[in-house]
C-alpha cells in the first residue's frame, strides 16, 4: 500500500511541475491495487469477515446459520476457483504468445500470474472455512442466538458483564477492557 501510494504522489508531483507524467506509473498502480484488494479479499474470507447480509447470517436457529455460513463459504470456494481456472488460462495464453505490457513492455505474465494464484488461495480458504463449519459439535446445532461462547459453559470471569464500567469509569478491578 505504501509502495502504490509513493509511486502515485511521485507521478502527481511530476505531472504538476513539468505537465508530464511518468508512462509506467498507471501500470504498475493497477497492478498494485488488484494485488492489494486480492490480498485484501484472503484475509476477509480467513478471518470470516467478508460482506454478508447480517440479519439473515447471524439471526435465527444456529442450524439455519451453520448452512448459511457453509452456502455462502462454498460459493466462494467456487466462486474463486472458477476465477483461477480462467485465469490459468489468460496466464498461458500470456506465456504461450509473449505478450508484453502496453506502459513498460515487461512481459505481460508478470501481472498475469497473480491473479490465479492469489485466486487459488482464497478459494482454499474458504473451502477450508466450509469444512470448519461442517465440524460444529452438538451443543451447537441446538436452537438459539448465538452467544459467543459454548452453551452451558462457565461465564467469563470477573463477574458477569466483560465489558462493564467501573466506579471512576474503567474497567472493573481485576478486568482488562477489551
Do not use: C
Not at 442450524?63 to 476465477?83: E, K, S
Not at 505490457?101 to 505481460?108: A, H, K, L
Amino acid at each position: 500500500m505504501a509502495l502504490l501510494a509513493l509511486i502515485t504522489f511521485a507521478n502527481v508531483l511530476v505531472r504538476y511541475f513539468t505537465n508530464q507524467s511518468f508512462a509506467w506509473t498507471e501500470e504498475i498502480s493497477v497492478f498494485l491495487m488488484i494485488v492489494l484488494a486480492l490480498v485484501g479479499s484472503a484475509a476477509a474470507v480467513a478471518r470470516n469477515s467478508h460482506i454478508r447480509i447480517e440479519f439473515f447470517a447471524d439471526n435465527g436457529p444456529a442450524r439455519r446459520r451453520r448452512l448459511l455460513a457453509r452456502f455462502g463459504a462454498l460459493m466462494t470456494a467456487l466462486l474463486f476457483t472458477l476465477i483461477a481456472v480462467l485465469s490459468s488460462r489468460t496466464l498461458y495464453d500470456d506465456l504461450r504468445y509473449g505478450e508484453t505490457s502496453p506502459g513498460i513492455g515487461v512481459p505481460q505474465w508478470w501481472y498475469t500470474v497473480w491473479l490465479p494464484l492469489l485466486s487459488a488461495v482464497i478459494a482454499l480458504r474458504a473451502f477450508g472455512i466450509f469444512l470448519r463449519h461442517g465440524k460444529k459439535g452438538e451443543d451447537e446445532r441446538q436452537d438459539g442466538p448465538p452467544t459467543g461462547r459454548s452453551q452451558g459453559g462457565p461465564a467469563p470471569s470477573g463477574g458477569s458483564d466483560p465489558h462493564a464500567v467501573g466506579e471512576r469509569g474503567g474497567p472493573p478491578s481485576g478486568g482488562q477492557a477489551t
